[in-house]
């Protein structure tokens, strides 16, 4: 087995990631740009897109990173609107699209440019939160963005196995589809509810650090394959699993959360930047496979159903956003009343990925009676531009279009004075704690030493408050940026000194490696105190 295309996969689209962070162009965006670019050098070996390695491999962890930084509570909050895009639009999509698509090209069967619809429907959750961070989206509109993304793929893949049944001529029909949407969305949710608390119970009991971390790795592809084990749907076994996980961190070992965290940012960075390369690198393979339809026929319909794709999504958004307020009183009562510029981002976010091509690339080759599948070729080629041009053209416009509708931006000083709000009611609680516990003769202590705890109290208490305050004229900096500054360079003395005892051979590589970690847990506090 030849790896080198794998390692050259995972270091090129890291090296480009890591130049996107240095320009204006989200990282999503350039690595497709470059994997287009580099799918025309001779050499490059073919990276096709195999859904038997996306849909259980890629997905998993990706959904997972994405549903465990998300907020349950938020998502709550905006149930009804990601019902809407996640199911309703979903839906929508697919039959607007599908017909679409079989009024345009002569020849395509209805079953077959429903197969379509489903496979462009679903906005993709890599492409939207790496977008969202990017923008910094005002926080509803994050939410739902996230939480459509998170649970679309559940039902666009039901109603592509619905339409390719049709289209094989294995038989389907209404109460079939909704029979297998009941099974794989309830027995998804189902299998994460069963999972949920005993995975939560084992992540609070194993008290080794790399276990708990082994096990955090394991999590998404257990969930996934347990559900698909029912015929029910992967996808919602695992956010369910990951939100239930997230909203309950806090309970988990501290020493866990550090290196989940670091571990988790590692994962989500290789397998985003990657997806998003292998998105570019596959225009050869399509485009070898177009046959009768190579020219200005294919480009008419890529640029036609590119049209229907973006259209279809603001013929959904606004009415789904504005109707339900006309319908009922209860949603005007208990919701503010949304203004017209939201629904035109979350409308332009709709960004389609990799989840749209697995799938595509997942379509039979051939028909039950053994013939081909009708225009298989064109429709993996009408998934590539659609992917390609939401990415490119919405991705590239949403930046400037946020600013010219001119949200308004984060209250930093409200949010300040919260957290320090925040952060003195959990102080007071842990001087009095402090107190209690130090009035026992059992946690005597030597008064240096209960002093520092003190000290580490008021200083955490005192470090949100301090970020209220002016900038140094000499240089600019904030107390908090002094504060770090200073530490740093207290902490690289020590390390300077550590090295040298090494060298010296007054201590040896154990000893400077024990040394080494408790300053960088010291840095990594001084950092977090002030971030």
């Known amino acids: ?84 895009l996640s199911v309703g639009y979903v839906l929508f999509a697919t039959v607007v699209v599908g017909l679409a698509a079989y009024a345009l090209v002569p020849g395509l069967p209805l079953t077959a440019a429903l197969v379509l619809g489903a496979v462009v429907a679903p906005p993709d959750a890599v492409a939207a939160t790496a977008v969202a961070r990017r923008v910094g989206l005002p926080s509803r509109i994050t939410t739902i963005l996230q939480g459509e993304s998170l649970l679309n793929d559940a039902t666009a893949i039901t109603a592509y196995k619905v339409a390719v049944a049709a289209a094989i001529g294995a038989g389907a029909s209404w109460a079939g589809g909704i029979k297998e949407f009941l099974i794989a969305s309830v027995g998804g949710v189902a299998v994460g509810l069963v999972l949920m608390a005993p995975i939560h119970w084992l992540r609070t009991h194993l008290k080794e650090p790399l276990l708990q971390n082994t096990l955090s790795l394991l999590i998404p592809f257990v969930a996934y394959s347990a559900a698909e084990q029912f015929h029910a749907s992967g996808v919602l076994a695992v956010v369910v699993v990951a939100l239930y996980l997230g909203h309950r961190a806090w309970e988990v070992d501290f020493a866990t959360r550090l290196q989940e965290e670091a571990v988790w940012k590692m994962v989500a960075f290789v397998l985003e930047s990657a997806v998003f390369a292998l998105i570019g690198l596959q225009l050869q393979f399509v485009l070898r496979g177009l046959g009768e339809y190579e020219g200005a026929d294919a480009a008419w319909y890529a640029v036609a159903l590119f049209l229907v794709v973006v259209a279809a999504r603001f013929l959904w958004v606004y009415p789904a956003t504005f109707l339900p307020r006309l319908l009922s009183a209860r949603i005007r009562e208990r919701e503010d009343n949304p203004t017209w510029r939201g629904p035109v981002v979350i409308a332009w976010a709709g960004m389609r990925g990799v989840v749209s091509l697995a799938i595509a690339f997942s379509i039979p080759l051939t ?105 140094n004229p000499v240089t600019g900096e904030t107390v908090d940026d002094t504060y770090r500054r200073l530490s740093r360079e207290m902490i690289s003395a020590e390390r300077e000194v550590f090295v040298k005892l090494r060298d010296g051979r007054y201590i040896d590589d154990e000893m400077l490696r024990t040394l080494l970690r408790r300053l960088d847990l010291e840095e990594a506090a001084a950092y977090r105190e002030t971030a």
């Open 367 to 471: 028909l039950h009676d053994g013939k081909p599948f009708p225009h298989r070729n064109l429709v993996l080629f009408l998934t590539f531009t659609t992917v390609i041009g939401t990415l490119v053209v919405q991705g590239l416009t949403l930046p400037p279009l946020i600013r010219l509708l001119k949200f308004p931006g984060r209250d930093t000083q409200a949010e300040t004075l919260a957290e320090a709000n925040a952060q003195a009611q959990a102080s007071r609680a842990a001087e009095q704690r402090l107190d209690d516990l130090l009035s026992d003769e059992r946690n005597t202590l030597p008064p240096p030493l209960a002093d520092r705890l003190r000290t580490v109290l008021e200083r955490r208490r005192n470090a949100v408050w301090e970020r209220l305050g002016q900038v």
């Open 1 to 84: 087995m030849d790896v080198m295309p794998l390692l050259l996969l995972v270091a090129g689209s890291a090296a480009v990631a890591a130049v996107a962070r240095r320009t204006p162009v989200p990282a999503p965006l350039l690595l497709v740009a470059v994997g287009l670019a580099v799918s025309y050098l001779p050499g490059v070996p073919d990276y096709t897109l195999d859904p038997d390695v996306v849909l259980p491999l890629l997905l998993p962890p990706l959904l997972y990173t994405s549903a465990t930084d998300s907020s349950y509570l938020d998502l709550r909050a905006q149930t009804r609107p990601v019902a809407l």
